[in-house]
Structures are given as structure tokens and as C-alpha cells.
């Protein structure tokens, strides 16, 4: 009798297994598409590289670098964003390289990681302005900050003495122009970061483009508001969860896009004064160019053509970045077509004073060579490679950023 009513606990045991794997099963895979459906739309959200590669390239090619050098400095400025992954290469000889993340795409688990928040996002992409009273507002980011122009001087001072200087200088450009469109945000989950979601404002735009960013407003809204049901609310729970009010995600890349003018209401700092995108990003461009031409003088080996005054291109680059794109009623703006804005002003506008072409993006090269390189016999051959040059002078900017220039200024992050 025992041995029976055993019997009948237990599969009844197994039944409520079943069934509440069947639950767990069927929840995860709705939320599962839910959170695919947010990540295609986060990707016509993600930063692009019309400014942090192509713009980086012309701004580097007018102070007076070479082609070659000015490919690498580009390629490391961009790639900052495109290293999201920790993946260790491995050799036979026993060697290794830890190849350390410096950005996160939105559904990285370490974006709630805080540790990791210190390690990725405060050093590259959101430099502490060292404003304010609060902890909290110091580590908020500020349009080139004395702290962004403290960083810029170390890494020039030090350029002739190491050889991961040119990547050093693209890591360099990133966080620098960085500082002219994340500003006023911080690189650490805090109530500094939140934004009341109605609250954006667009000015001077065309009422396609308009069109365009109040849809995905609407659609952000409708999948995060409080009144849209459970599975609403489980979605809304979890990007809450892996964002924490983390940078200016509750910006989309509005800041990031750089014909915009816009403003919006903080939750806790009312509304800020409207935010000029195109010019902000025409002073980074003129901020880069002073840093290559000071970067020309510093290291030896790097010039490579006749420097142009930021002046006498100036009206170009003011056009190229107030270019909205060939956007179709309700689409996306094109980011392509910015980019090739970019190119036709170098290849057939001859803004640099001849008719050369930008070339590619070396990021995903890179990414293809450390596949490669894992499993290879001898470790002592990627010194002499770029990707283990940028991933040196990741880990120098990282360390002078965390253990140096930021204690200076009494905060002390990680």
C-alpha cells in the first residue's frame, strides 16, 4: 500500500513538474520573441559609424595623417562599439590574450552588472564631468570636460614612447566625442539617467523624419507603459531590469544622431535646454581635428599630406552633419546615406584636397583575426598585429582612466 500511494505522489510529483516546466516553457519563448522584437527595433536604434569611423577618418586625414595610420585611428575609434564581447584567444605554446569587452549591446546580462557598468561604460563612453555636489551628478558626463581634456593630454604626452599609440589615439577620439553627445547622462544605472517618456520634443525637421521618431516613440511607449497588460509589464520589467536607468538608453540614440535638435524632461532635473546636435557635433569635429593636429606633432612617423585649416572645411562638414538622409515618408532615416555623404565629400568634393577614396572599416577584419589567431601555435606573433595593439591600448586607457585621472578629481569609481 505504501509502495502504491508512493507510486500515485509521485507521479503526481512529475505531473506538476511537467506542467510548471510547460509554464516556464511557453513564458519563456513569449518573451523570447517580445525580446527579439525589441532588439530589431533597438537596432535601427544602435550608434552608428558615420561619425565615429568616417567622420573620425576626415577629421584625422585633414590635420595632416597619413591614409594608412588614419585607417587604423578610425577603425580603433569605431571598434570601441563593436568590442562587446570577453572571448579569450588561446595558443599552443600556452599563451593567451584576454581580450576585455569596452561596450555591451543592450541585452548583455552585464549591463546590470554595476561592477561592470564602471569598467565599460565610465571610461569609454561616458567620462565624468566632475560637476555637481552628489556623487551621482560628478560622474554625469559633460561636453568636453576638463577631466576629457586631462585624458586627451596624457595619451598625447605618451604617444611617442608607446607602439599602440595610433589605436590608442582612435580609443582617444571615441570617448572624446563621446563627451559632445553623451553629456548630461552617466555611465552608471542612476535616477540621473531617467526620462519622462512623453516629454521629447523634435525641432527643424522634416515631417517624414518627424514622423519616424514619434513612431518609434509610440512603439517604445506601447510596449513599456504600465497600462498594457501583463505581458507588458514582464517585457517592461525586464529592459528596466537590464538597463537600470544605465547611460542615455532612455534616449534612444537621440543623442547620438547628429542633425537633431531636441529636448526632453528629466524625472528628477525638470527639462533640459534643447540639445543642438549638429552643432555639438561640428564642435567634436573641430575638438578631433585640434587633437590630430597636436597628435602629428607629438608622434613621429604619423604625417602623411598637407594639413588643412579646420576653417576651410568647416562649411562642408556643417552640411554633412546637418543631412538628415534620404528618408521615405515614416522610414528610418538612412544612416547609409550619411555615410555616403562622407565619402562623396572626400572621393568627389575633394574635401581633402584630392580625390581619394575613405577606405573600409577595419573592426570586422579584426574580429575575423582573432578566430583565426585562437588555436595558432606560436602567442608572440600577435604582438605585431593591430587587434592586439587596440586591445593594449584599451587596457591602458582603462587603467590610466580608473586608478589615475579620475582619483585626481576625487572620484574614485572602480
Known sequence: MANFEGMIFSRKHSLLNYFLYCIVLFLGIIIGLHLLNIHLITERFIMQKDMHYYGTYVMARAAGIGRGKAQIIASAAQFVDDNAASKAIEFKDGGALQSRATAHHWYHLRNIDTDDQRLVWVPFHFLPGNEGEKFSERLICRKDSKIAQAMVANHLDHADDIKFSDELIGITAHVYADTFSHYGFSGVSSRQNEIINDSFNFYEIPNNTEKYLLDRQKEFKSNYSKESGLLANIKSWFAETLSGALGHGAACTFPDRPYLKWDFEYEYAGRCEMRDNPKTFLEACEALHGMFVRYTE?????????????????????????????????????????????????????????????????????????????????????????????????????????????????????
Open 298 to 414: 607629438a608622434k613621429q612617423g604619423v604625417k602623411g599630406g598637407d594639413r588643412i585649416d579646420f576653417a576651410e572645411i568647416k562649411p562642408k562638414i556643417q552640411a554633412i552633419i546637418e543631412f538628415k538622409g534620404g528618408e521615405e515618408e515614416g522610414s528610418e532615416p538612412n544612416e547609409e546615406a550619411r555615410t555616403e555623404r562622407w565619402k562623396k565629400a572626400v572621393s568627389e568634393e575633394k574635401i581633402l584636397g584630392n580625390n581619394e577614396e575613405i577606405p573600409e572599416y577595419l573592426g570586422e577584419e579584426w574580429l575575423k583575426e582573432k578566430s583565426r589567431l585562437h588555436g595558432d601555435k606560436a602567442s608572440e606573433i600577435i604582438k605585431s598585429r593591430d587587434v592586439y595593439q587596440f586591445y593594449q591600448a584599451a587596457s591602458y586607457h582603462r587603467h590610466y582612466v580608473l586608478r589615475n585621472l579620475l582619483p585626481d578629481n576625487d572620484l574614485v569609481v572602480a
